[in-house]
């Protein structure tokens, strides 16, 4: 398993879980936010729905961690919780993000109050007091011996330059830093202007004087980020910046940066994780490479990347397109080492057509991925992705599908500049099957419609919608 995905995915839930006040109705118990007052009470569900969290995803969070100390969203915009891993032990420290999203981004006026907002809590001690009031700090602002290189701090958006705030004023309590998002919004708005001077003005000075490791930072960035990343506008922060994938949810009128939200990451995340339980060697590149080509549907690619997981690994997993719900699943055959030799291979600038034609493992999985119009391939002994034997299809055929599924992975992809421009593909002939045309200029010809049904390994039909 790919303990890294893991632990990024849990850091994601953590910074989603804090967007929620613990200090509700339905959590607070006397003075004291208990264990079983926000974990277990059924309004709890209903709560941390309201927030964007799956039923899977809440009780992940109900069976694994206990809060320790909550700060809820106050008029500063200040929050905060500090949370335990029940078995392990672990300490996580995660900060809240700013709720205030839309114009509030783009309005010079309101882009200079926000910026204001966040200066004061970084130079008012408003992150220390609570650091002191969790007890990570004692009276004099010095860290708790009991808590040195203990601490995971996480946070979205705003709680992003809050946590890495935090870590380098108190370095020695750090063991890992996750952000998402924390430089979430393009070069051209006015609030990125206004933080760029803020971090120059305010972090860097204490960055210099500290010593953080930058090793043990690591930043996160989905649409819009990684541009904004790859543009170097944030390379003078520490630590590394990940390109994450992100499903499109904006819609014609979208408040901006709709794409920001936290919800959207920690979905994809989920799906990160149980391709890195699969197989460890994956990069996030790989597996954001996966999903950019999984559908042209800007909403469809989590759901129909994990039901091709799924099926390819065949058994209790073919149709489950839920991400939590499949790592959950697999959780057992994991632990028993049942996939120690799987290998998931990315569909792109590869030579897919000589793969296919093997005698192999290898094989049987380029060409279960070239039946299904897979972004990916599965290479596992056992799955179903190895069943398909090789003197079902002819080179012919192969070399034909190839060429669909090369196109449809350049318009999932983007590479194409408009579908209308995309050319014909030829006809596609099944070995006994009648001639079925495939054109990308017809209405969605994207993962979902394309998929093909199979019955003990042989293909049902080859109409392509």
């Known amino acids: 398993m790919s303990r890294n995905m893991d632990v990024v995915y849990q850091s994601a839930l953590l910074s989603a879980a804090t967007y929620v006040s613990l200090q509700h109705q339905d959590f607070l118990v006397g003075e004291a936010i208990t264990d079983a007052a926000w974990n277990r009470r059924a309004p709890g569900v209903a709560t941390f729905s309201g927030r964007g969290f799956t039923r899977r995803q809440f009780a992940e969070l109900q069976h694994a961690y206990r809060v320790l100390c909550h700060q809820p969203d106050t008029s500063a915009g200040f929050s905060a919780t500090v949370f335990e891993h029940i078995g392990s032990g672990e300490l996580h420290l995660a900060f809240g993000g700013s709720t205030a999203f839309g114009e509030e981004w783009q309005d010079v006026a309101l882009a200079q109050e926000f910026a204001d907002r966040l200066a004061a809590l970084l130079r008012d001690g408003v992150v220390d007091d609570f650091l002191r009031a969790a007890e990570l700090l004692d009276a004099a602002g010095n860290a708790n011996p009991a808590y040195i290189g203990r601490l995971r701090l996480t946070g979205h958006s705003l ?3 809050l946590a890495l705030w935090a870590a380098v004023e108190h370095p020695e309590l750090v063991m890992r830093v996750d952000t998402f998002n924390g430089a979430g919004m393009s070069c051209s708005t006015p609030v990125m202007l206004l933080l760029e001077t803020l971090w120059r003005d305010t972090i860097l000075p204490a960055l210099s004087a500290s010593s953080l490791d930058p090793a043990r930072v690591h930043n996160y960035y989905a649409d819009p980020g990684p541009q904004a990343a790859g543009a170097g506008a944030f390379g003078y922060r520490p630590g590394e910046h990940v390109a994450l994938f992100i499903e499109d949810h904006s819609e014609e009128g979208a408040k901006p940066l709709e794409n920001h939200a936290m ?18 060697s994956l990069s996030f590149e790989d597996v954001a490479a996966i999903l950019e080509g999984g559908s042209n549907i800007n909403n469809g690619s989590i759901a129909a990347t994990a039901s091709a997981l799924g099926d390819a690994l065949g058994g209790d997993y073919a149709g489950l397109d839920d991400a939590v719900a499949l790592f959950d699943a697999l959780g057992p055959d994991i632990a028993a080492g049942a996939w120690n030799d799987a290998r998931i291979k990315p569909l792109a600038d590869l030579d897919m057509g000589a793969a296919a034609l093997e005698n192999s493992v290898r094989g049987s999985s380029y060409r279960f991925a070239l039946q299904n119009l897979h972004s990916f391939a599965l290479l596992a002994r056992g799955a179903a992705s190895s ?21 449809l992975l350049l318009r999932h992809r983007g590479a194409v500049p408009m579908v209308a421009e995309t050319p014909r593909m030829p006809a596609i002939a099944w070995p006994g099957r009648p001639v079925a045309s495939a054109d990308f200029r017809g209405p969605g010809a994207g993962f979902r419609h394309a998929r093909v049904p199979f019955r003990n390994g042989v293909p049902v039909t080859a109409r392509i919608r």
Do not use: K, M, N, Q
């Open 159 to 161: 709680g992003g330059h």
């Open 263 to 280: 919800t959207y990451l920690l979905e994809s995340l989920a799906l990160y994780r149980v391709f890195g339980a699969i197989d460890a």
């Open 387 to 407: 069943g398909l034997v090789r003197g079902a299809l002819t080179p012919e055929y192969i070399e034909r599908r190839c060429f669909v599924l090369e196109g």
